[in-house]
């Protein structure tokens, strides 16, 4: 099983960058996919998620109408879209897989916001 993230750099604030996560191993179609992020010396929190039916959405308030998150099944790959970054958002963004409770974590892209 592996979760690869990549995407993530270092963007000026209100900037925009585009994370993906390419999954395999897995039926990535069956699972649940969501985005946390880490800030260093905070813990590690959702940020979007996204359903294996229906593609339901859900968001951190604190990205509600900033970011979007996405899946591509013929490509086993989740998006997350970030636009008008602000420098809280400066954080280790991890890719994670859930089905019938097993979970699986990417290992993370970092991405800076500043100036």
């Known amino acids: 099983v592996q979760l690869v993230e990549s995407g993530g750099g270092l963007v000026q604030p209100g900037g925009s960058l585009r994370l993906s996560c390419a999954a395999s191993?897995?039926?990535?179609?069956?699972?649940?996919m969501s985005w946390y992020r880490q800030a260093p010396g905070k813990e590690r929190k959702l940020v979007a998620a996204i359903t294996s039916v229906g593609g339901l959405t859900n968001y951190a308030d604190s990205v509600k109408g900033r970011f979007t998150i996405s899946r591509d099944n013929a490509k086993n790959t989740v998006y997350l879209q970030m636009n008008s970054l602000k420098p809280e958002d400066t954080a280790v963004y991890y890719c994670?897989?859930?089905?019938?409770?097993?979970?699986?974590w990417g290992q993370g892209t970092q991405v800076t916001v500043s100036s």
């Open positions: 994670y897989a859930v089905f019938t409770g097993r979970g699986y």
């Open positions: 191993g897995f039926t990535f179609s069956r699972y649940d």
